[in-house]
């Protein structure tokens, strides 16, 4: 009986100091800071330059030119940098003219990409035109029409331009011009893209008792948008090496139905990019909340 009595007593001061407890505790959030180190040293430089990029994909957006703004938009107000104010180098051009004096060939001409076409700038105004073949040769008729036209396009369009980035005799040159900067390069490709199937949405409707409800539904949908895909190249000034490289890629679909200028949607994905393009340089902190107790 005693011990009956006793687990009856124990079992109420153990609900007593619960309610208690209970009755005294506080919930309340905290904001937190959390440090993402750089991938990159950089503590070497004192200043940036962003040279330049070679863009493909649509002529709809200057990717070459918006980047570069945007970048050093960012740099400015981001990072301790001295961001340096100088020409947008046509890096297209510059690696067409670098395979020519090599004795390469495999290089089209920019075109419409960094400037006029190369054809219109050597024939003199006296040449009469030249009269085309009736049947163009075999081979040239399984060229992609974006090589042929000297447009970049595709990712293999691009691909053959990249060897100017390996150009550290270039990219050195370039540095002593500018105090030996970090110099900052790549390639962007911006390519509209379409997309057409089943997808879930969200549709609201109303049950038997006229309470409104969400119900998933599978339509066919027709969507339109852009792919952006850069690869940023970082490259010490001082001897022309690249210290440090990466590639992204975002997308975005819009209903066919909406009008999205390329503008609005290159920037768009670009917004979503930049923090990783900035954590490459210096640390970045993510803000969160965590719930206390007291």
Same mark, same amino acid.
């Given at each position: 009986?005693?011990?009956?009595? +006793?687990?009856? @007593? *124990? $079992? ?7 309610? =208690? /407890?209970?009755?005294? #505790? ?89 400037? +006029?076409?190369? @054809? *219109? $700038? ?7 035109? =030249? /009269?085309?073949?009736? #049947? ?159």
């Amino acid at each position: 009986m005693s011990s009956r009595r +006793a687990q009856h @007593a *124990a $079992a109420i001061v153990s609900l007593g100091l619960l309610s =208690a /407890t209970v009755a005294c #505790t506080n919930f309340y959030e905290v904001p937190i800071e959390t440090p993402i180190q750089a991938k990159l040293d950089v503590g070497a430089f004192r200043r940036v330059l962003v040279a330049g990029f070679i863009s493909g994909g649509t002529d709809d957006v200057d990717a070459n030119m918006e980047t570069v703004r945007l970048l050093r938009s960012q740099l400015r107000t981001k990072t301790n940098l001295r961001v340096i104010e100088a020409e947008v180098l046509p890096l297209a051009e510059l690696a067409q003219e670098q395979a020519a004096k090599a004795g390469e060939s495999s290089l089209p001409p920019v075109g419409e990409v960094a400037g +006029a076409p190369a @054809a *219109a $700038a050597s024939q003199r105004p006296q040449d009469p035109p =030249a /009269t085309p073949p009736a #049947t163009p040769p075999a081979d040239e008729t399984k060229k992609p029409e974006s090589a042929a036209a000297g447009v970049i396009r595709t990712k293999q369009d691009l691909e053959r331009y990249e060897r100017i980035f390996a150009d550290a005799a270039f990219w050195k040159k370039l540095g002593e011009e500018y105090e030996q900067p970090l110099i900052i390069t790549g390639t962007i490709m911006f390519t509209p893209q379409q997309s057409a199937g089943m997808q879930t949405v969200n549709r609201e409707e109303f049950d038997q008792l006229g309470r409104r409800i969400i119900v998933p539904r599978r339509i066919y949908q027709e969507r339109k948008g852009f792919i952006l895909e850069p690869k940023f190249v970082f490259i010490d000034g001082r001897t022309g090496a690249t210290l440090y490289s990466e590639s992204q890629r975002r997308e975005v679909l819009y209903p066919a139905s909406q009008s999205t200028p390329a503008l609005a949607s290159y920037f768009e994905l670009m917004d979503q990019l930049i923090p990783d393009f900035l954590g490459a340089l210096s640390t970045q902190k993510i803000k969160g909340m965590r719930t206390l107790l007291r």
